[in-house]
């Protein structure tokens, strides 16, 4: 039997690509465009999963921050309800109280005026008390250095109410406990009462949008017999 025997291109001649030939050349275009829109997806997924987390960490933090400020602000009306004769001194009288970050002083009940007619011992229980405060507010809950204590720029505030600006009774003695902390994300910068001073914390934290506040009143009541 004879072989046939295969046929050669001449030297410099250019050989034709078959249909066969570019259909995988097409094939093979195809699946690669196919991998960079893939790719090009999954970039994309990536990036919306990372956005995702950055607002669960930032909503969990915020949230964070709020429960431990009302646990600081529940802990102050605590003590003021329970040393109430010498309510003044938490307030120091009508000038206001603001400790926490940024405060290197050391509380005193220097001007116990009003409502305060305790004793050397009840005004010591109010210094102390006011001392716990400020140190709780710059995290000395921290547990073995790792720093979860209070939030970010805590302040605490106790200031005593003018009744004619508040809309008060004469005889009323009303305490206002504030807690101020920086968010991390911007929302609306914090609106107080009329008569009512400034937000605790004011200007502390650059943009207002940041500022957060939680309050509760303390009303001392004046028992006559």
């Known amino acids: 039997m004879l072989m046939k025997r295969p046929a050669f291109l001449a030297f410099g001649a250019v050989r034709m690509p078959t249909a066969r030939m570019r259909r995988r050349r097409a094939a093979g275009g195809f699946a690669m465009i196919e991998v960079l829109v893939t790719l090009v997806i999954l970039v994309f997924g990536l990036l919306g999963l990372a956005g995702i987390s950055a607002r669960?960490?930032?909503?969990?933090?915020?949230s964070y921050q709020r429960v431990q400020a009302l646990?600081?602000?529940?802990?102050?009306?605590?003590?003021?309800?329970?040393?109430?004769?010498?309510?003044?001194?938490?307030?120091?009288a009508t000038t206001g109280v603001q400790v926490g970050v940024?405060?290197?002083g050391t509380?005193?009940?220097?001007?116990?005026?009003?409502?305060?007619?305790?004793?050397?011992?009840?005004?010591?229980?109010?210094?102390?008390?006011?001392s716990l405060w400020d140190a709780a507010l710059k995290g000395s809950a921290e547990v073995n250095g790792t720093k979860i204590g209070a939030m970010i720029g805590a302040v605490g505030c106790v200031i005593r109410l003018d009744p004619t600006a508040s809309g008060?009774?004469?005889?009323?003695?009303?305490?206002?406990v504030t807690v101020?902390?920086?968010?991390?994300?911007?929302?609306?910068?914090?609106?107080?009462?009329?008569?009512?001073?400034?937000?605790?914390?004011?200007g502390l934290y650059g943009n207002e949008a940041l500022h957060r506040i939680v309050t509760t009143?303390?009303?001392?009541?004046?028992?006559t017999p």
């Open 217 to 223: 009143t303390i009303q001392i009541g004046t028992l």
């Open 56 to 62: 669960i960490n930032a909503a969990e933090m915020e």
């Open 168 to 176: 008060l009774a004469a005889a009323d003695v009303v305490y206002l």
């Open 107 to 130: 509380p005193a009940c220097t001007n116990p005026t009003g409502n305060a007619q305790g004793n050397a011992q009840q005004n010591a229980q109010a210094v102390s008390d006011l």
């Open 71 to 92: 646990l600081l602000l529940q802990d102050m009306a605590d003590r003021l309800n329970a040393n109430r004769k010498v309510a003044d001194c938490y307030s120091n």
């Open 102 to 104: 940024g405060y290197t």
């Open 180 to 202: 101020s902390w920086q968010g991390l994300t911007p929302t609306a910068a914090p609106v107080t009462a009329a008569g009512r001073p400034g937000p605790c914390g004011k």
